[in-house]
């Protein structure tokens, strides 16, 4: 049971320090609002998310306020739309995006994740109709997210899939050209994708999931780079096992803070509260970074050797942390590395030590994947499905979720700023060495085979 006088003593010493709910989740089982009317099913998504989510961003700036603790966003997930619009073709669908848009307007969340596609061993109609709309539901749309799950260790990697998601990314650039391409920013290409993930774009209510769940994201880079800075100047030299006992009692303190949160915003919207995911997931503001807490732990140039090792103890450390604190973690918890949204991840693409292929690297170790990385507009869709798969067995083979968030900015060349703003930060354009040749594995199609390790019944 969670003693709250703990919790605020913890609450007192990190107040300074950038620790904040990122974000309330409201996650929405929508499956019973199916209508063979378009205009039905429409109406009943959206009487359905304005009653069950209408209190709750007054009651998240309320909690807010009494603890003390700044809740970043307040969002809603739903269940997979390729599902609930299942037969109304892409003209439904984009009707029924249209709908979640207005919806989450209404209610004041800032964005709705949930439509989505799972696609790891085949595509029905509904999915291929889906993803096809994409392009048009991201430009038209200001707050729905999507997500598409090509790959599993269950099932391996669907390459029908991922070679069309290489040419949607691109028309989703190209949709949205005069800012940078930003609609590639709501969406993201998994392999394994969580089922209560609180983060967007890949947030949805999985199949799994209560009638209406509140999950919680927290977030704390600035709390674990000052931890750590305050531990090495206390002047103990600490070796790196003892860098990684810091980082869990620090990860232990924060998650048992958005563990509190969360019940208290479940308790009073009447939802039962789902999980805590403690994820290290960094904001453009100096200071809230994980590439800060990687200087911290002695790594002086991101991408240099060492980079991978640093970013393997940090997620571990943050997981161990978590998991001593609740047995309600959840989603994805632990380190994320999006470069557009880290101030010294961009920094180091800028300055070429941090190229794609230590990103990808790095990615078989921290919690997601490739996230946020802009690159060139001219880059051709095989070979950002190429990446796609490269990214995708590294999610497949490791049993573990990896996702991909590649934004080609038109008209822009490696070197290049673009510029997505808020919390989405900005970076420069990474060079992708060899682009074009990667059109012949990736038109072969078909599925790769789940690992041997996936039989495991």
Known sequence: MLRTEDILRTVRMLQEENLDVRTVTLGINLMDCSSPD???????????????????????????????????????AVSPISSVAAGHGEEGLLAVAHTLDRAAREVKVDLVGGYTALVQKGATPSELALMRSLPVVLSQTERVCSSVNVASTKAGINMDAVKMMGRIILDIARFTADRDGFGCAKLVVFANIPEDNPFMAGAYHGYGEPECVVNIGVSGPGVVKRALERFIAMGKSPDLGQVAEEIKTTSFRVT????????????????????????????????DSVGEILQAMGITVLGAPGSTAALALLNDAVKKGGLFASSSVGG???????????????????????????????????????????????????????????????????????GVRL???????AGDMAVFGGLFGEAAIIDIPTVGTSAPFVAKGGRIPAPLHSLNN
Request: aromatic share 2%; charged share 20%.
């Open 38 to 76: 378009i205009d039905q099913l429409c109406q009943k998504i959206e009487r359905k998310l304005v009653n069950k989510a209408n209190r709750l961003v007054s009651v998240c700036n309320d909690i807010a306020g009494a603890y003390g603790i700044p809740i970043v966003n307040k969002r809603m």
């Open 256 to 287: 048992r803070v958005g563990e509190l949160i969360g019940r208290e915003v479940a308790s009073a919207l009447g939802f039962p509260f789902g999980i805590v995911d403690l994820s290290l997931a960094p904001t453009p503001k100096m200071g």
């Open 332 to 402: 994805m918890s632990g380190a994320f590395i999006p470069v557009s949204e880290d101030r010294a991840l961009a920094h180091a693409v800028q300055q070429g030590t941090l190229r794609l292929e230590k990103l990808e690297a790095m990615t078989s170790v921290c919690s997601v994947g490739l996230d946020m990385i802009a690159i060139p507009g001219d880059t051709d869709a095989d070979t950002i499905s190429a990446i796609i798969a490269d990214e995708a067995a590294i999610g497949m083979v490791n049993n573990k979720t990896t």
């Open 407 to 413: 934004i080609p900015v038109p008209g822009k060349k």
